[in-house]
């Protein structure tokens, strides 16, 4: 398969969230029945000052004209971190962090990344 990286832009930013809520239910383990109307627009008004700055670096990977950053075990993943990570050196950054489910640590870790402190949530009080 191949598969052509294109940097995500503003006129992106309805697949750019769409894809983001995806991560995030996957990544956190969120009920897809879970509302996350108000995280959504907090998302979207975040890429939308971000990507016109040029404070946030996205990007889609396409086959055949179709995004398929979400297909596993056919290498898109790391060509993907891989086109971040020359990204973010292209703009003199050197820190990188990223969010990984269970599904993609093995991959984050032969790439060079490593674990940090989990994130924590405050319980809903009953």
């Known amino acids: 398969m191949r598969v ?14 769409k894809w983001r809520m995806t991560v995030l239910h996957e990544v956190f ?27 946030h670096i996205a990007c889609f990977a396409y086959a055949e004209g179709q995004v ?5 075990g056919h290498g898109i993943g790391r060509e993907i971190v891989s086109w971040l990570i020359g990204q973010a050196k292209q703009e003199g950054i050197s820190k990188i962090y990223l969010e990984a489910s269970e599904c993609g640590r093995s ?6 990344f490593t674990d940090m402190c989990g994130y924590m949530k405050l319980k809903e009080k009953e």
């Open 4 to 17: 052509e990286i294109k940097k995500a832009g503003i006129t992106d930013i309805d697949l750019l969230v």
């Open 107 to 112: 991959l984050y870790q032969e790439m060079g």
């Open 29 to 55: 383990s969120i009920s897809p029945e879970e509302s996350m109307e108000e995280l959504k627009q907090e998302n979207l008004r975040y890429y939308q000052e971000a990507l016109l700055r040029g404070g």
């Open 68 to 72: 398929v950053g979400g297909f596993r």
